[in-house]
């Protein structure tokens, strides 16, 4: 495989994942497809060039030996394409479509968001990440895929599954833990397609666990932004889909060039990787004018690129919405007076999966639970 010669701009793992927005808006202006020696690949940062690599799976393919997720649960709809993709990820599709979510699985996330709130809502004070946010998506999705663990159980191998990954990513081996989570997973599935599954399982958890976290994260730093999102659904609905926008929870996605080919301009060679920062694209201020300022009213939010684009789509767009929706609306309504701990909360981070490493807020608890 041939090794690039280009001498990229020094941009470091450690400012990829604690705070990307300057570097990255700095490379979307001189360098939208720069190379990055950190990662030993392309960076794509401007929105039109990564949605030409997620798009044409001919030329930039997730089928690759070097693909971190494959090595951990094997081939899947998540690392092949073409035939082999339509194959694994069509019989999945009509279980996640949006009438289906929502008549099947609203109940669900409805009663799972209220009884994980009935476990604080006395307390006054938790991390609504580790309390709320994991914990629903851990037992929604293991709810759609038939799953007899208990979703702490659940949530483990998600967290040990998503931890290998980002090791291999930061260039490091499989952790043992990540096997062992899926092989655990495996002989608890009732299918034959443990590997889609277990994409779906850590998809669904990292991308409703962070889209709840994140979306909360942003609406309690505006002043005012409880009252506002209960008071008007619509501007409720765009501050989810601009915390989306702003910090996506799947960061940055993986391809592989399949032949020498140019992304605007610049000169990929075969078997390159060329890796999309999701989070740059959404952020280009040719699509999303003043584009680091969150605008729950901006008309265009939705043109974001949080669940990718292409034959990768995420599968279960419908139902991270859903969850999202339901467990930020339950949470204004049920917890008065929320805030975030400013000693104790933090902004998102992450290389690959970005989201706040806690939420701690504060409430007021109802009287009958105050200590006299």
């Given amino acids: 495989m041939a090794q690039s010669s280009h001498v990229g701009p020094p941009v470091s793992l450690e400012e990829l994942e604690a705070d990307p927005h300057a570097a990255q808006a700095r490379l979307r202006a001189t360098e ?4 990055i020696d950190a990662l030993n690949g392309w960076l794509v940062t401007a929105r039109e060039p990564a949605l030409e690599v997620m798009r044409d799976a001919g030329r930039f393919t997730v089928d690759d030996p070097r693909f971190t997720t494959a090595r951990v649960v094997g081939p899947s709809m998540l690392s ?5 993709h339509a194959r694994h990820r069509e019989p999945w599709l009509p279980r996640f479509g949006r009438g289906r979510v929502h008549e099947q699985l609203g109940p669900v996330v409805t009663r799972e968001t209220d009884r994980l709130l009935d476990a604080i809502s006395d307390l006054g004070r938790a991390d609504l990440r580790a309390a709320l946010a ?4 851990a037992a929604v999705v293991g709810h759609a895929l038939e799953l007899e663990a208990d979703p702490g159980t659940v949530l483990g191998w998600y967290r040990a599954i ?3 990954v980002q090791t291999m990513t930061a260039g490091g081996e499989a952790t043992a833990a990540g096997r062992d989570a899926f092989a655990e997973l495996a002989a608890a599935l009732d299918t034959d397609a443990a590997s889609d599954a277990a994409v779906i399982l850590f998809g669904g958890i990292e991308t409703t666990e962070g889209m709840i976290a994140t979306a909360l994260w942003y609406l309690l730093g505006e002043p005012g932004g409880a009252e506002r999102a209960l008071a008007e659904p619509a501007w409720l609905e765009g501050a989810i889909e601009e915390s989306l926008r702003l910090e996506p929870a799947a ?5 592989y060039a399949t032949t020498d080919t140019t992304i605007a301009g610049v000169a990929v060679r075969t078997g390159d990787l060329v890796a999309v920062s999701v989070t740059a694209a959404n952020r280009d201020p040719k699509t999303f004018p003043a584009p680091d300022r969150f605008d729950p009213l901006r008309s265009n939010a939705r043109r974001h690129l949080a669940f990718a ?3 990768h789509v995420c599968i279960g767009v419908h139902l991270a919405r859903l969850e999202a929706h339901t467990a930020v609306r339950r949470v204004l309504e049920r917890l008065p007076g929320l805030a975030l701990d400013p000693e104790r909360s933090a902004a998102p981070r992450g290389l690959v999966f970005r989201k706040p490493p806690q939420l701690e807020v504060t409430w007021r608890p109802p009287r009958s639970s105050l200590r006299t």
């Fill in 251 to 255: 960061a940055m996605v993986d391809r």
């Fill in 162 to 164: 998503v931890d290998s």
């Fill in 80 to 84: 092949l394409d073409g035939d082999e």
């Fill in 134 to 137: 994991g914990p629903l998506a």
């Fill in 32 to 35: 939208p497809v720069a190379w």
């Fill in 309 to 311: 684009s292409g034959p």
